[in-house]
């Protein structure tokens, strides 16, 4: 049974930063491609960050490029999504979901995807 395990959420001040992570079982992320999405209340889920299988590349979404960092340990079997200077508006859920992807990584939601339960994110102003 695959399960993923977001973490690392909670509350922190406008400008401050969270290291969530993203821990799987039943997978083994080194060969699947990863990705960060949020959803706040009553909007679509939105990609913001991802990174490959194998040579590990990376995407980031232009509103956090510069800010988020996403990084694997195939040790330890997890995903991290270090997120600094972080707003307010950027209050949400955050999920983490690993695809089965040969190259690349998308931050487009797949039909075959594996998802996490979420993490919740609030930022004080």
């Known amino acids: 049974q695959v399960q993923l395990v977001e973490s690392g959420g909670g509350l922190v001040q406008s400008g401050g930063s969270l290291r969530l992570s993203c821990t799987a079982s039943?997978?083994?992320?080194?060969?699947?491609?990863v990705a960060w999405f949020r959803q706040a209340p009553g909007k679509e889920r939105e990609g913001i960050s991802c990174?490959?299988?194998?040579?590990?590349?990376?995407y980031y979404v232009d509103s956090v490029k510069g800010r988020f960092t996403i990084a694997k340990d195939n040790a330890k079997n997890t995903v991290y999504l270090q997120m600094n200077s972080l707003k307010p508006e950027e209050t949400t859920v955050y999920y983490c979901s690993a695809e089965s992807r040969p190259f690349g990584c998308t931050v487009v939601e797949g039909r075959d995807d594996h998802w996490g339960q979420g993490t919740q994110v609030t930022v004080s102003s």
């Open positions: 990174i490959s299988s194998g040579s590990g590349s990376t």
């Open positions: 039943g997978i083994t992320l080194a060969n699947y491609a």
